[in-house]
């Protein structure tokens, strides 16, 4: 089918333009990729902790990237966990994450060639998702809250593999809230930062062509 086709293009034009950037990029032996080509996907696994409206919660989370550049997140908050009166007192997310930086300006040309700074600036993302509460004394909420924030991190060895540091903040509204206006609670709106520390993974995956390699 020709839409079939069409994506097949875009897909197999970025996987050129990787390419060439990896080849340009061994001709004055220099990676301004800092390493995130070397595979097509990007494991993240951290822990923290959140401060929030409604009181400290500690935090562990898990995030897959494609290039570098969309993925998915899941997070789960504690507040038990460190002995706070945390209203909610544990929250579950998820949804989605986009770092619109790193593939425009690595394509283009526009790198630092400076790995903290290129990888801290590329790593600015918006995200989406739903979340959970659970207030004291009961169950998680059967409707979840919309969540919506903004991550950045800063790698600690200045290389896409490695030890990062992150702060994730945003907000939630649950389903009254956007329906009223109205957020008598923690639990019907609530500002949050997470500060993590986590271990980002480049791995082969072969998402794009089960026959593609990693550039060398």
Excluded: N
């Excluded at 809250?145 to 945003?170: I, K, N, R, T």
């Amino acid at each position: 089918m020709r839409w079939v086709s069409s994506r097949a293009a875009a897909l197999a034009g970025v996987v050129a333009a990787l390419g060439l950037r990896a080849g340009a990029a061994r001709a004055d032996d220099v990676d301004p990729s800092h390493g995130r080509v070397d595979g097509d996907l990007t494991l993240v696994v951290g822990a923290g902790g959140v401060v929030a409206g409604g009181g400290p919660r500690a935090e562990g989370e898990l995030r897959l990237r494609y290039l570098e550049t969309a993925g998915l997140f899941a997070s789960y908050e504690d507040g038990p966990f460190v002995s706070s009166r945390a209203d909610p007192g544990r929250v579950i997310a998820t949804g989605l994450e986009l770092r619109p930086l790193f593939l425009y300006r690595w394509l283009k040309g526009h790198e630092t060639r400076r790995a903290w700074v290129d990888l801290t600036i590329d790593s600015l993302g918006l995200e989406l998702g739903a979340a959970w509460t659970q207030p004291a004394g009961t169950a998680f909420a059967s409707q979840p809250a919309v969540q919506a924030g903004l991550g950045l991190e800063v790698p600690l060895f200045g290389e896409a593999s490695g030890p990062w540091l992150g702060l994730h903040g945003g907000a939630r509204w649950s389903e009254a809230a956007l329906a009223t206006g109205t957020a008598p609670t923690a639990d019907d709106r609530e500002a949050f930062l997470a500060i993590t520390l986590s271990w980002h993974q480049v791995v082969v995956a072969h998402v794009v062509d089960v026959g593609d390699e990693a550039p060398r």
